[in-house]
């Protein structure tokens, strides 16, 4: 009788021990996130990429050519989440080839409001070379939205004789510029 009562107070202490083990009044998991770096830039809308700015002969004699009215048709679009904390990034832009005698500008307006996170500041306007320049800086995580009409709204105009163009080296010539955006991390 004593060895079925210690072997009951054995099994009840080892059953309660094994319960209380097991749940308590608290629990916790764990739950694996994973966020990538972006670095995305995008020029829209795709449609109308490719721009024409052709330059108008004068009527009259003694008068200069008449350069094309500003594009202001397309809209730089970027995401970007940033390798570490506290990094930002910017947009360099250049050209692949210059023009003789004359300058290509590009100035980007402020970013349009959509989208979300800290969106960069523009730089203005730039005379672009065939070297990278910032043309928005300071970009914190953030996305601008797609499409036309979000993003930083982006205006092209052709300048002769003023800045480093020179209406001496100007000559009759179809040219072809491509124009290279990119998003790189500071």
Do not use: C
């Not at 024409?52 to 048709?73: C, H, K, L, Q, S």
């Amino acid at each position: 009788m004593k060895t079925i009562k210690l072997l009951t107070a054995i099994l009840l202490a080892i059953t309660s021990g094994t319960v209380q083990a097991q749940d308590d009044d608290q629990d916790a998991h764990t739950i694996g996130i994973t966020i990538p770096t972006v670095l995305l830039v995008d020029i829209e809308p795709s449609a109308a990429k490719n721009i024409t700015m052709d330059f108008t002969a004068p009527a009259e004699a003694g008068n200069p050519i008449t350069p094309p009215t500003d594009n202001a048709n397309l809209w730089l679009n970027y995401s970007y989440i940033p390798s570490a904390s506290g990094e930002t990034a910017r947009v360099d832009v250049k050209i692949d080839a210059l023009v003789a005698g004359l300058d290509i500008n590009l100035s980007a307006a402020a970013d349009a409001g959509n989208g979300g996170g800290t969106k960069g500041l523009s730089a203005g306007t730039i005379t672009l070379t065939s070297t990278d320049q910032s043309i928005i800086t300071a970009i914190g995580a953030s996305y601008t939205n797609t499409g036309a009409n979000n993003g930083h709204n982006l205006t092209y105009s052709l300048d002769v004789d003023s800045g480093t163009s020179n209406y001496a080296n100007l000559f009759a010539d179809t040219n072809n510029v491509t124009v290279t955006y990119t998003i790189v991390e500071n």
